[in-house]
């Protein structure tokens, strides 16, 4: 197998590229979808629960 | 702490005690011609301590089954315990280090006290033992209250804390002994490593038991950010600390790493040390400890997911900035330089996130100054990783690199962001969990917050001018083309600045101090009578009425 600098650079260029863009789109897809958003404001409120016990 | 142990626990604890004492006594055995010795007793010593500890309490009867309706919150008071002490000595030791640049003769001829062998117990020392401490510590306590869950057992959070504490006495008394892998921030030799992954793996396992047993069902994303700084951390210190030893009775090992790979695989290490050690865990203290003091909610969930994912993924690749202008490849550089300028949208992201939380209590800021400290550390967040984004920039960088700038700009991020949030988590945790009504003196957290922001305005902007003086004088030409300054010239520059950053970590050490003797006079003051409402266990008060 063939592995020279040249050839793992065009790899990092180029699928580096995609997945950091991919990963993004799954994060704003995950962020701003409207069905979450009911469970993120539940998220930023139940913390402060004065609750301090274990749920059972 | 034994006492709250199951029977089978203890025998476990106990058989892990007496492993380790072996272990100490095999490396003294085998390393009786090395440093390594010294450590090998060390480690059987510590063994032994631990044994004795287990055995005094193996016979106490069994705690009993009501401790699973409360969280277990033992080993995250003694995690705030020994992250102080860490605190007061590794701070001590940096005004001492800083001192001796100005005096050298502060090192009084022994070998133990040179700059290179007190430097590492400082940064170490701060930064394992203060901040890792800290962390432990606080993600234990967030982690059980955000998923309304016990932890899974006593035993494993223990072995975390005390095994992690073992690394950091291995690591500091190995630096005066002379034992070093020169590699910053990750010193520590080969035994010492493989005992902190160890210890790191089961962090990490026992975190994510404690996530699977939760019954919010959302995580929390304080929780994501601990996840990724104990996943991260793993990573890094096993790749990086890849090394084979000499022998098995040699303190000295060598890297399998070679040449620019090596450096390459340091920063980027380092600079990760500081994104996930550093920034991830501490930004989960933000999430969580922030919104309890402020008691409101953080101003956008949404944001503070983005802002993860973004630091995450962005960081990773921001190590090789600490290398322009060095054989590694230039493309390598810029990206490191790329990334480390975009990640100002995600830092500054949280760090508004954090403001924009306050925005309408500040006069809840101004009256109290455990919210101070908090609101103080997301302004240094935003300007240390401001200032982090330009120095990445090579220009820039030419100018800044090997000046007292970046030890300004570092100090910017250790006292300003990761202290600050620190103390202020735990005067918000220390008069909850000892079930203090609040802390023992009120003018004492002002005093301490007064002289940390002091001593860090002090020390960074002493560091900013003595930086950018001697990187101007280092590229200072004369017209026949010399350069205009020798390196002396520019040392002899330094020393008035040198004085003052010294008194600038001499007033954040003594904050330190009071805050110390604060929390241990909190500790040992009676329970307050005026329990806070919601703040009792629930077998306390049901046990009461069932009695």
Redesign the interface.
Known sequence: MDLSHDAL?AFSKSWGLFY?IG??IG??I???RPSNRK??????????D??????? | MVKSLTEAERQIALAISVAVAFCGLVLAAAGTQDTIEVHGWLILIFGAICAVVVIRDLWEPEPPKSR????YDDPIKAGIIASMAWAVVAMFVGVWVAALLAFPDLTFDSAWASFGRLRPVHTSGVIFGFGGNALIATSFHVV???S???LPDQLSPWFVLVGYNLFCILAASGYLLGVTQSKEYAEAEWYADIWLVIVWVTYFVLYIRTLARR????I???NWYFMAFILVVAILHIINNLAVPVSLGHAKSYTIWSGVQDAMVQWWYGHNAVAFFLTAGFLGMLY?YL??RA????FS??LS??SF?GIT?FYMWAGSHHLHYTALPH?VQTLGMTFSVMLLVPSWASAGNALLTLNGAWHCVRDDATLRFMMVAAVFYGISTFEGSFLAIRPVNSLSHYTDWTVGHVHAGALGWVALITFGSFYTLVP?LWKREKMYSSALVEWHFWLALAGTLVYIFAMWNSGIIQGLMWRTYTEEGTLAYSFLDSLRAMYPYYIARTFGGLLFLIGAVIGSYNMWRTIRASPSSAAI??????NVTTAVVRG
């Open positions: 650079v950091l990963l993004m994060v704003l995950y962020t701003f469970k993120f404001d539940k998220a930023k409120q139940s913390v402060l004065q609750d301090d016990k274990p749920w059972t | 699973l309706e409360s969280y059980q209250r955000t309304r869950a016990r019954k919010e069902p959302h929390y994303v304080a969580y919104p309890i008691q409101r909610p953080i969930y949404r997911i983005l994912w993924f493309w909850s409402e919601g703040d009792v266990p629930l």
